[in-house]
Structure formats: C-alpha cells, structure tokens
C-alpha cells in the first residue's frame, strides 16, 4: 500500500524558510513524478513543483521559482521541498503526491492533480507578516 507521509509544516513569519518532507512507502517510484500541492481557503489546488524520481528534472511553478526547490533523497525514498523568502500568501495546506511520469502523452513531469494517483495528508505551512 502507497503511503506518502508529509511533515515540516508550521508558522514562520515572512521572509523565512522551512523544509517539508515526503516519505514515500509502498512500492518503487522510479517511474514516478512527484510533486508538490497547495490548497488555502477557499481557493483550489495549486500546483507547487514536481521532480522525476528517475532523472531528477524539476519543474516549478512561476509562483515559487527562485524561492522554492524540490530534491529527492533516493536512499531515504523522501522528497523534500525546500521553502526561502516565504510570503504571506503562501500559507496553504501543503500536499505531495506521486503519479505515473508517462502517459499516453509522453513522459514528463505534470503540474494538474488529475495526473497523481496517490496523495499525502497534507501539512499546515503559515506565513505571518
């Protein structure tokens, strides 16, 4: 069974980072794509980043590129996103997910929910001003 176990959130005021985590369990993700969700109130899924497990290719969103990175460590099957100069309006419900890298449209990473078949709890990331 797929468990992707997220971890790190928590109040930071602006302009400072955090770390999350995803621990993945349950299978072999070299095929996968994992990437990285955000949900605020009243607002609807976001796309954050995503990272090929196999080769490592990152792809961030406008939002957070330069301030935010995705890496992979393969020997602890964890995903990490690393989070500097944070705003205010990144505060959201952070979610990973894993979802197939190909499809019947190529391989490559994908930046809509409907692409990732397994998802995380989620983890609270608040910004203060």
């Known amino acids: 069974q797929v468990q992707l176990v997220e971890s790190g959130g928590g109040l930071v005021q602006a302009g400072g980072s955090l770390r999350l985590s995803c621990a993945a369990s349950?299978?072999?993700?070299?095929?996968?794509?994992m990437g990285w969700f955000r949900q605020a109130p009243g607002k609807e899924r976001e796309f954050v980043g995503a990272?090929?497990?196999?080769?490592?290719?990152?792809f961030h969103a406008d939002s957070v590129k330069g301030r935010f990175t995705i890496s992979i460590d393969n020997a602890k099957n964890t995903v990490y996103l690393q989070m500097n100069s944070l705003k205010p309006e990144d505060t959201a419900e952070y979610y990973c997910?894993?979802?197939?890298?190909?499809?019947?449209?190529?391989?490559?990473?994908?930046?809509?929910?409907?692409?990732?078949?397994?998802w995380g709890q989620g983890t609270q990331v608040t910004v203060s001003s």
């Open positions: 997910a894993a979802g197939p890298l190909c499809s019947g449209y190529g391989c490559y990473v994908r930046a809509v929910p409907s692409a990732y078949d397994y």
């Open positions: 349950g299978r072999t993700f070299d095929s996968y794509a």
């Open positions: 990272i090929s497990w196999s080769t490592g290719d990152t």
